[in-house]
């Protein structure tokens, strides 16, 4: 299963820059499930470029590959993507999660 948080950039009033969640899902295989937030953040129809295929691929052609490497499809500074594998439970904090992420330009989110 991948997680993948989607954040989007907001300037507070104070004129501080953070980072917003957007969306948060859970792909598992070919299954999507939002599970907070604003599911229009979620461009599924979105190419990103996989290795293990060695092309562009969409979600309908494997949601997990695609979900684990779209934060290299964010790079326009106003989103953050971050995609964590859990690798074992859900609940579980072990190290073997993996995670990839795409900073947006002008502020770095740390993934949790």
């Known amino acids: 299963m991948i997680r993948l948080?989607?954040?989007t950039n907001e300037i507070r009033p104070?004129?501080?820059l953070i980072d917003r969640l957007a969306v948060r899902v859970e792909v598992t295989g070919q299954k999507l499930n939002v599970t907070a937030g604003d599911p229009r953040f979620l461009q599924v129809g979105m190419p990103v470029y996989?290795?293990?295929y060695g092309r562009?691929?969409?979600f309908d052609t494997d949601g997990e590959e695609w979900a684990r490497n779209l934060p290299s499809a964010y790079r326009n500074g106003a989103v953050t993507v971050s995609a964590v594998e859990l690798l074992?439970?859900?609940a579980s904090s072990s190290g073997a999660d993996r995670v990839h992420s795409?900073?947006?330009l002008a502020f770095e989110h740390q993934p949790r």
């Open 5 to 7: 948080d989607i954040f």
């Open 14 to 16: 104070d004129g501080q």
């Open 50 to 52: 996989s290795e293990r």
């Open 56 to 58: 562009l691929i969409d």
């Open 88 to 90: 074992g439970p859900v």
């Open 102 to 104: 795409a900073p947006a």
